[in-house]
């Protein structure tokens, strides 16, 4: 049975929900080349981190040696003077190559803390020819006398701040660390974005208890971790006019079936593609549109959201029972 995977994510047209997510791949062209044979719908570049355009810029600055926290595709704390694989300028030009290389959709990807961080460099993201933009948002809060009232505000500013600056679709990757993540969406929302990718993975640092450092700790995601991502693409789904994406724990086509049917518009595969390669997209692909013509799907659409809450006649209670039915599971 044909089944229509085409699909719509950040107004832009894919063949279907498979996308290269944010990865160290887009380093090498060759890749990048091999994520568009192999099917990829569109690719997302890595993050330009803000600590870079201040080195770039500025100079090194006090800030970037606080290194409060590790970010989403950061492979190690920022030991001193940083370097990095990509300089802004070097960032740039890779997305115009990029561009010019493949046919599929490009989105940029920016995380930083700060307003300067932030909308500066938003626009020549989208001069350099990104056909959308990721926000990489995150924030430690260590300040005890910040309430999360504060810092959701000041998060919602700088989103609405570049989501002003620039022309393009934005979505903004959030981490699942929100007191109540459907509101704060609702204030993406309302700040301006048209998508939302559930979660960034941080990588925390661990401690080296013989010579006294913190040490990077580098962990690729299993398919365990997708079940996170389920729940609150479950409870999301239908509540606003925005695009879901999923990220984190994709790693079969099982996997991505779960997490369209649970509500996400796209998938965004990683660490399976690092561990695989690109090639591994078209195995999830030949996979997924397999069972979805043996399930008799017509369209991707008929099966995205089947399992979200709004599907669910009393999702409440739904939820409590599955809660306790998992505690009572257990048996030594």
Request: glycine letters at 6%.
């Amino acid at each position: 049975m044909s089944v229509d995977l085409k699909t719509k994510y950040l107004g832009l047209d894919l063949k279907h929900p498979l996308i290269a997510g944010a990865s160290p791949l887009v380093y090498d062209m060759a890749k990048v080349r091999e994520l568009e044979d192999a099917g990829a719908a569109a690719i997302v570049m890595h993050s330009l981190f803000e600590e870079q355009i201040v080195d770039s810029f500025e100079g090194a600055d006090a800030d970037i040696h606080s290194h409060e926290e590790t970010f989403a595709e950061a492979t190690s704390y920022f030991p001193g003077k940083l370097d990095f694989s990509l300089g802004p300028d070097t960032y740039l030009e890779r997305i115009s190559e990029i561009k010019k290389t493949v046919s599929i959709p490009v989105i940029g990807s920016l995380n930083g803390r700060t307003p300067s961080g932030w909308t500066g460099f938003a626009s020549d993201i989208q001069s350099a020819g990104a056909d959308a933009l990721e926000l990489n948002l995150y924030f430690q809060p260590t300040d005890s006398e910040k309430s999360a009232e504060v810092l959701e505000s000041e998060a919602a500013s700088i989103v609405r701040s570049v989501c002003e600056q620039v022309s393009i679709p934005v979505a903004v990757k959030l981490s699942p660390f929100f007191s109540s993540l459907p509101h704060f969406v609702r204030r993406m929302e309302t700040a301006g974005v048209k998508g939302v990718v559930l979660f960034n993975r941080f990588y925390q640092p661990d401690i080296d208890i013989v010579n006294l450092q913190t040490v990077p700790e580098l962990k690729l995601s299993d398919s365990s971790e997708l079940l996170l991502r389920l729940r609150w693409l479950a409870i999301l789904r239908d509540r606003f006019e925005l695009d879901f994406s999923c990220t984190g724990g994709v790693h079969t086509a099982d996997d991505a079936i779960k997490a369209i049917m649970a509500g996400a518009d796209t998938v965004q595969l990683v660490s399976s593609l690092l561990q695989k390669g690109p090639s591994h997209i078209a195995t999830i692909l030949e996979k997924m549109t397999h069972w979805f013509g043996e399930f008799e799907y017509k369209t991707v659409s008929d099966a995205r959201g089947s399992m979200s809450y709004r599907n669910t006649p009393n999702p409440k209670a739904v939820e409590r029972a599955n809660y306790l039915k998992v505690l009572q599971s257990w048996s030594s």
